[in-house]
């Protein structure tokens, strides 16, 4: 069995009611404290973007040290990051290795499960698209090394509307040709993303599409007088069991 924690959204810079961004660092220092706390085995924390809210230097900073945890910590950038920054401070990537502003895509394999996170992300917009590089590099990696195993693909957009006209204008776009690569690969379990900011599950391409909600603040659905950010709600997080036939349960935990 394979434990996965997966935040998302965390925004460190994110000034709230001219707090400097205080609250921003407190709700993550909050998830990742009881994460490090967890009594049981925990196989990795997933950060699916919006690691920063402006991109900044400084705010990479300050993600270094919010981020820095007894867990292997995975990540992907989201539309509020840059990833010329992100490469340099939180992967350690400087200009000399030629990696330049092309989308961030790492493979992790893990005990039981390899893990994709890929750039959705596509600079000064903040839909998603998922470039043909990004898609053709999945391609290769699904069909490369331990295909026996179930894998779990995370990035930043939802590929598929979520009932939240101002989330569903950003998602990600040209779907299609994600869905035609997963056809091609039943093993992939999960898709993991965030940008929504709020806990929800759907299907993509037959494969679960699993939200994770936001750390920084919760968005509303219609129904509850949204869409709208809302501060009320405490931090959340999603915690996925992965058992012995590739088959992820998903629970939704709030950090109070």
């Given at each position: 069995?394979v434990?996965i924690a997966?935040?998302?959204?965390i925004?460190l810079?994110?000034?709230h009611?001219?707090?400097?961004?205080?609250?921003?660092?407190k709700?993550?220092e909050?998830v990742?404290?009881?994460?490090?706390?967890?009594?049981?085995p925990?196989?990795a924390?997933?950060?699916?973007?919006?690691?920063?809210?402006?991109?900044l230097?400084?705010?990479?900073?300050?993600?270094?040290e919010?981020?820095?945890?007894?867990?292997?910590?995975?990540?992907?950038?989201?539309?509020?990051?840059?990833?010329?920054?992100?490469?340099?401070?939180?992967?350690?990537?400087?200009a000399?290795l030629g990696?330049g502003?092309?989308?961030?895509?790492?493979?992790?394999?893990?005990?039981?499960v390899?893990?994709l996170?890929l750039?959705?992300t596509?600079?000064?917009r903040?839909?998603?698209?998922?470039?043909?590089?990004?898609l053709?590099w999945?391609?290769?990696?699904l069909?490369?090394?331990?295909?026996?195993?179930?894998?779990?693909?995370a990035?930043h957009?939802?590929?598929?509307?979520?009932?939240?006209?101002?989330?569903?204008?950003?998602?990600?776009?040209?779907?299609a040709?994600?869905?035609?690569?997963?056809?091609?690969?039943?093993?992939?379990?999960?898709?993991?993303?965030?940008?929504?900011?709020?806990?929800?599950?759907?299907?993509?391409?037959?494969?679960?599409?699993?939200?994770?909600?936001?750390v920084v603040?919760t968005?509303?659905?219609?129904?509850?007088g949204?869409?709208?950010?809302?501060?009320?709600?405490?931090?959340?997080?999603?915690?996925?069991?992965?058992?012995?036939?590739?088959?992820v349960?998903?629970?939704?935990?709030?950090?109070?």
């Amino acid at each position: 069995m394979v434990t996965i924690a997966q935040l998302s959204d965390i925004h460190l810079g994110q000034v709230h009611r001219g707090d400097g961004g205080r609250r921003a660092r407190k709700r993550a220092e909050q998830v990742m404290a009881y994460l490090d706390a967890l009594p049981g085995p925990l196989d990795a924390v997933l950060v699916t973007g919006d690691l920063a809210d402006h991109g900044l230097p400084e705010e990479y900073r300050q993600v270094a040290e919010v981020l820095d945890s007894r867990h292997p910590v995975l990540i992907c950038p989201g539309n509020h990051d840059r990833r010329e920054p992100f490469r340099e401070l939180l992967l350690g990537e400087g200009a000399e290795l030629g990696s330049g502003e092309g989308p961030i895509n790492r493979l992790h394999r893990l005990p039981g499960v390899d893990v994709l996170m890929l750039d959705s992300t596509t600079p000064g917009r903040n839909d998603g698209l998922l470039s043909d590089a990004t898609l053709q590099w999945l391609d290769e990696q699904l069909s490369a090394g331990r295909s026996e195993l179930p894998a779990l693909v995370a990035f930043h957009h939802p590929p598929a509307d979520l009932g939240i006209p101002t989330v569903d204008r950003i998602r990600q776009f040209q779907e299609a040709r994600l869905a035609d690569v997963l056809r091609r690969h039943p093993r992939v379990a999960a898709l993991l993303c965030g940008h929504a900011h709020t806990p929800a599950a759907t299907v993509f391409a037959g494969v679960p599409l699993l939200v994770a909600p936001s750390v920084v603040y919760t968005v509303t659905l219609p129904c509850e007088g949204g869409p709208g950010a809302s501060s009320d709600h405490p931090p959340m997080l999603a915690l996925h069991v992965l058992d012995g036939d590739g088959r992820v349960t998903t629970h939704y935990r709030a950090v109070c």
